[in-house]
């Protein structure tokens, strides 16, 4: 296929996860020469990157791809892709649905879209769903960021709460090896990257699928080691992790991150429900007591750490005292930023086939009661900043004000000040606070006064 003057386009939905591996396939694209392009619809070759967590985002891509497919009775050369999570959910079917699509990849084929798309341009229309051992990478990703990059240590989910399409659809927990994340993120220091943040789906899982057991028999590639085996990088500033489980946090972690000075001071740690019945149904597999042991113990030993979580409402038999349990958990911990939603029933998923599905008024009422309480709450919290000096990585130039950049405190606040992004890109600046709001913070540079007395 010659792909000179060839464009392509990446749509991304969904989690960081998606968008990492978004990224890694734009840079499979770009060393088999496509050029990216901005606007789908100047494309060449259309990949959307899809996310089925919740029914409105799986239902997002098909009215994209329905414009696409249009398009490509104009455009017969066009190339339509469909990755991630829909792809997986879908399959074969996705075809039926959108004959016009050449492809349909789950999230493991990511680095494998070379090899596909090799097979689309023989002429076949093809289908890779099936499990497979994800290898590492040889292409470098197209980041979008040239300060902060994030980096995969383990894909998949062996967990299975009973509303998640994550182990259905991201297949088995396969972690990476310790050498291997940090040959890329020493790689990313070269590149200059100043942060990183390490994923995956459930982190506390890292090293379980890896060999070698300690001598006190736990396993021997942990999180909590490979924080402390990548710290040294020079270059890399800070190092954060997402997303946390609380059935396995470990005081063990939380003592890494405060002997670590790289390793910043936020937590994001999903509690889904505060009602014990609840995270039982969801099958979590911790109480809401352990929950808040776990926000105690970080805050022993780093008082002013942030706490960021998820949180579903109007699970299947939900009452509303057993709601009003997730309220005085959020009230009680004060969290710096929660992500709500609706319980969405999802294919594949025991909790969706019961019987004691709450209506959509029930769940919006909730919904809306939660967030007008997470907003109080999150002012709360932003109150503490008000007048400190935060240290601040700079990202980007602010879109809304271009005299401001913006970046994010350690604690992972939004800070936007007066500077020049040329000058200060991806450095570290200390920023007094002039103005706190819920999400975010305003402020100005502290200039260092050089005492010549
Ligand atoms: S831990 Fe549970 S909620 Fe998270 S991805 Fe795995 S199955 Fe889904």
């Not at 003057?5 to 990492?20: E, L």
């Not at 670590?260 to 019945?277: A, M, R, T, W, Y």
């Not at 939900?318 to 709601?323: G, L, N, S």
């Not at 019961?354 to 999150?378: G, P």
Request: proline residues 5%.
């Amino acid at each position: 296929m010659n792909t000179v003057n060839k464009k392509y386009n990446i749509v991304t939905f969904g989690c960081q996860m998606n968008k990492a591996d978004s990224e890694r396939m734009a840079g499979i694209l770009d060393t088999m020469g496509f050029e990216w392009v901005a606007e789908p619809e100047k494309a060449d070759l259309v990949l959307y990157n899809t996310c089925t967590i919740r029914d409105n985002a799986e239902q997002k891509v098909y009215s994209y791809l329905g414009r696409q497919a249009k398009r490509k009775h104009q455009k017969p050369d066009l190339t339509l892709v469909v990755a991630g999570c829909v792809a997986q959910q879908e399959g074969e079917q996705l075809l039926r649905r959108v004959p016009e699509l050449d492809l349909v990849m789950g999230p493991q084929h990511a680095n494998r879209l070379e090899d596909l798309l090799q097979q689309v341009f023989d002429g076949n229309q093809v289908v890779a769903t099936e499990p497979v051992h994800i290898f590492e990478d040889i292409t470098k990703p197209r980041r979008d960021s040239k300060v902060t990059a994030w980096v995969n240590i383990i894909y998949g989910c062996n967990e299975r709460c009973s509303y998640c399409v994550v182990p259905n659809v991201r297949g088995v927990e396969q972690s990476r090896t310790p050498e291997a994340i940090k040959g890329e993120m020493a790689e990313l220091a070269r590149q200059g990257y100043t942060e990183i943040t390490l994923l995956g789906q459930n982190i506390d899982a890292y090293g379980r699928d890896l060999p070698g057991t300690t001598p006190e028999g736990r396993h021997q590639h942990t999180l909590t080691d490979l924080l402390y085996y990548v710290h040294d990088i020079p270059g890399i500033e800070r190092i954060r992790f997402a997303t946390s489980h609380p059935r396995y946090f470990t005081e063990r972690l939380i003592k890494a991150c405060y002997d670590l000075p790289k390793v910043c001071e936020h937590f994001h740690i999903p509690f889904q429900s505060g009602d014990n019945e609840i995270l039982k149904a969801m099958k979590r597999g911790y109480t809401h007591e352990k929950y808040r042991r776990i926000i105690a113990k970080i805050r022993e030993y780093m008082p002013d750490a942030a706490i960021s979580a998820d949180a579903i409402v109007g699970f299947p038999g939900e009452t509303e005292a057993q709601f009003e349990n997730t309220l005085k958990l959020v009230d009680d911990i004060g969290f710096d930023i929660l992500n709500t939603a609706a319980y969405s029933p999802r294919p594949g998923t025991p909790a969706a086939l019961w019987d004691n599905q709450l209506s959509e008024a029930v769940k919006s009422d909730r919904l809306q009661r939660i967030n007008h309480l997470v907003s109080i709450k999150a002012a709360e919290r932003s109150a503490r900043y008000q007048d400190r000096i935060e240290t601040v990585l700079v990202e980007d130039q602010n879109p809304k004000n271009l005299t401001q950049v913006m970046g994010r405190t350690r604690g992972n606040r939004l800070t936007f000040f007066p500077g020049d992004i040329e000058e200060l890109r991806g450095k570290i600046v200390p920023v007094k606070i002039t103005e706190v709001r819920p999400f975010s913070l305003t402020g100005e540079v502290v200039i260092p006064v050089f005492n010549n007395g």
